[in-house]
């Protein structure tokens, strides 16, 4: 069992910052990608930003520049630094790990529970 739990959201005003924090536990051979993913009412869930266990980056176009994904390979973390927040910035924001799991040795693919960013105008 791979468990993922998120902390950071909460209300911010346009123009302001907020860091999303997501920490991995339990059987865990191997983290290769964690990533960031935030669903707003109404809209697909869609991938903010995710980083790989060698450091390789990636980003949605609409946070470019504006967040930054950074990770603690030996701490099975991963955080998200938004800056310059807008109201479309919005939305549920979920963390997910991809690696292998142990006991029996297979892949996962787990999610958070999803944490709320509200970005007022």
């Known amino acids: 069992q791979v468990r993922l739990v998120e902390s950071g959201g909460g209300l911010v005003q346009a123009g302001g910052s907020l860091r999303l924090s997501c920490a991995a536990s339990?059987?865990?051979?191997?983290?290769?990608?964690m990533g960031w993913y935030r669903q707003a009412p109404g809209m697909q869930r869609e991938l903010v930003s995710s980083?790989?266990?060698?450091?390789?980056?990636n980003y949605a176009d609409s946070v470019k520049g504006r967040f930054t994904i950074s990770r603690d390979i030996a701490k099975n973390t991963v955080n998200l630094q938004m800056n310059s927040l807008t109201p479309e910035d919005t939305a549920v924001y979920s963390c997910?790990?991809?690696?292998?799991?142990?006991?029996?040795?297979?892949?996962?693919?787990?999610w958070g529970q999803g944490t709320q960013v509200t970005v007022s105008s």
């Open positions: 997910n790990a991809k690696g292998i799991k142990y006991a029996p040795q297979r892949p996962f693919d787990s």
């Open positions: 339990g059987s865990l051979f191997s983290i290769n990608t």
């Open positions: 980083i790989t266990a060698d450091g390789s980056t």
